[in-house]
């Protein structure tokens, strides 16, 4: 009989460490290869006129790409990387190297698993596939059956019961699969290498050392997390959303620092945002394509929101009568991340003042931010816009106060007014 050789489909579990679909391939065979794709429903395709994926996040994965496959080195695993057709790609790929088994990720959003269908009836019947669901800090089958849409419901019924998360373990072996000192990413980088977040796993590592121990700064997270300059943040979204690192891991280290040096309120409240990481990917997993409707899910009637494309223009550009907007949307335009709170200033500013329909804000988001994460974006949009999770409808921000809380010496505003020349 010949030797089994599992093909592992990542898409955003660019890890080893704690990475249940790597174990899970071990389990199988030790002969292992890694493929990941760059679909063109990413990376060429656009919705409203704004192409899904920015050359500056392009850039961030191929970064992310280089960092994982010199980790795998270290493994005895080749990691070929594509731009494509993902079921074009996979089934080929398949045939020339006698793939017996694939692994792939659950998948949520509808246009993800529109692909993942594509590749799964596109390989031969004789390759055994194998589902591994990854991303959750609570696993879906101990998830709440029937989900609140309300996230304080959610966090009540959930909290109290979430199992400790072993951590996957992968191990060296010999691997007939393996070409030693090989780089297969076969799709060319767009020159972009300056990073406000250090794209890959070995930068992440290093991040959750720093934040945890070497800092303390998670000690004082709820009193800074709504800073706009500066290391106020945790900054682990972007790794979360290209699986850098597992959000296990982040659980098991914050459990670990509160046995440690104690729990206070901003190891909980750290706590508290994955709990609402998690809630947002339910929440799509229950939804589905209704989360991307115009009124979205909760048909709250609200005052309608427009497609104008000049006004949006202005947003983007940064050219709003506001310049703590604009100083949101420079910053954005020019590194590909914003902290939570000018998130939700500029897109409270787009729905609420310019009464432009929320999708293009999404859709935009999406192009731009090397965070991008499709459950997390699409629910705080539709949670802003009134047409979500929130039970209190549409809430708008008074940029005035918005300002003098988060901005008061205008510290922000001038800096990426000073900067916006430069870009």
Same mark, same amino acid.
């Given at each position: 009989? !010949? ?14 460490? *704690? ?5 899970? !391939? ?12 760059? *679909? ?29 496959? &010199? ?15 993902? *079921? ?19 998948? $949520? ?15 031969? /019947? ?16 101990? !998830? ?59 930068? +992440? ?29 945790? &900054? ?8 850098? $690192? ?9 459990? !670990? ?52 494309? /000049? ?35 500029? +897109? ?24 991008? *994460? ?10 802003? /816009? ?13 940029? &005035? ?23």
């Amino acid at each position: 009989m !010949a030797e089994a050789k599992v093909l592992v489909w990542l898409t955003n579990q660019l890890r080893v460490k *704690d990475n249940p679909l790597l174990c899970a !391939a071990q389990k199988i065979s030790n002969n292992i290869v890694i493929i990941n794709v760059l *679909d063109d429903l990413f990376a060429e395709s656009s919705q409203f006129g704004i192409p899904k994926m920015s050359n500056l996040r392009k850039s961030y994965l191929y970064q992310n790409l280089l960092d994982f496959n &010199k980790n795998l080195q270290e493994y005895n695993i080749n990691l070929h990387a594509y731009k494509g057709k993902s *079921d074009k790609i996979i089934l080929e790929f398949c045939a020339q190297n006698s793939i017996t088994h694939l692994v792939y990720p659950m998948e $949520i959003a509808p246009e993800e698993n529109q692909i993942q269908q594509k590749v799964l009836q596109s390989i031969p /019947s004789t390759i055994q596939t194998v589902f591994v669901e990854d991303g959750f800090l609570i696993p879906t089958e101990q !998830a709440p059956k029937k989900l609140p849409d309300n996230f304080t419901k959610f966090r009540f019924m959930a909290e109290k019961n979430i199992p400790y998360p072993i951590e996957n373990i992968l191990v060296k072996k010999q691997n007939n699969c393996f070409t030693p000192n090989q780089n297969f990413i076969h799709w060319e980088n767009t020159n972009h290498n300056q990073f406000v977040v250090p794209p890959g796993e070995t930068e +992440a590592l290093k991040r959750l050392q720093f934040y945890w121990w070497k800092s303390d700064n998670i000690s004082l997270y709820k009193q800074t997390r709504n800073g706009l300059l500066g290391d106020f943040s945790s &900054k682990l979204s972007a790794y979360l959303s290209l699986g850098n $690192i597992s959000v296990q891991e982040v659980y098991r280290l914050n459990l !670990a620092y509160e046995k440690v040096r104690g729990m206070n309120e901003s190891t909980y409240w750290l706590f508290f945002e994955l709990l609402w990481r998690d809630f947002f990917r339910l929440t799509l997993l229950k939804r589905g394509n209704t989360m991307f409707l115009k009124r979205g899910f909760n048909n709250n009637i609200l005052p309608d929101l427009k497609i104008d494309k /000049s006004k949006f223009k202005q947003w983007i550009n940064a050219e709003t009568k506001e310049a703590f907007v604009n100083a949101g949307m420079q910053e954005l335009n020019a590194t590909g991340w914003l902290s939570n709170r000018s998130r939700q200033i500029v +897109a409270s500013y787009l729905i609420n003042d310019l009464k432009v329909d929320y999708r293009l804000g999404s859709a935009y988001f999406e192009h731009a931010l090397i965070d991008y *994460d499709v459950c997390i974006n699409q629910g705080n949009w539709l949670y802003l /816009s009134g047409y979500g999770n929130d039970p209190r409808g549409r809430r708008a921000f008074n940029m &005035k106060i918005q300002q003098q809380n988060y901005d008061p010496n205008q510290k922000y505003i001038q800096y990426w007014k000073n900067l916006k020349t430069t870009i």
